[in-house]
């Protein structure tokens, strides 16, 4: 089974894991809006024709986007954070700091690196710009 994190509060986020089918997500949001009589309907940003079938990892690792969502709430814009494994084993997780600190320490050339065609630029808020070539990295 493949698992997730409750909705935040107010539903506007959630923390999966990629094997989870993206419409399944979007389910996820809607009960949670059910159960506690919430005012938005919430629904991960991209909205791909394949959703009902394609997995978040895959999602991602496209920067899948979709016919309503355009380009300002595709994947890119949408997603906040990503637990990151390298082809050489190095974790990174991007919402926690200690774990981007020891990533910067480690790899960190001039604030970018490129590792196995992963591309990754880390601008000074701490945030993570990427650019991943397919099947470099695995998102867990
Ligand atoms: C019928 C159809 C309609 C589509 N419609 C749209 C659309 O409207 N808009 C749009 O933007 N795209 C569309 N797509 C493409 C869309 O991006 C993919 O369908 C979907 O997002 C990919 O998910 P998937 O589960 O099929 O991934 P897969 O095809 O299984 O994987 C895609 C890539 O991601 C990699 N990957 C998967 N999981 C991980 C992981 N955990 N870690 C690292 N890499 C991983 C795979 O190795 C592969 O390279 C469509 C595709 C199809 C087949």
Redesign the pocket.
Known sequence: MHQHTPPQDDGSSITVE??L??AEVNKILAKHKTKHNLPIQYKIG??????D???????????????CCGVSQ?TYHTLKDMRVVFVDGTVLDTSDAESRQRFLQVWSVCGGLCIGGLHVYIGACGCVHWW?A???????
């Open positions: 990629p094997g089918i993206a991209p909205d791909p024709s394949s959703i079938s394609c997995m978040i990892g895959g999602v991602v690792a496209n920067n899948s986007s979709g016919m595709n991943a397919y099947g470099c990295v695995s998102l867990v």
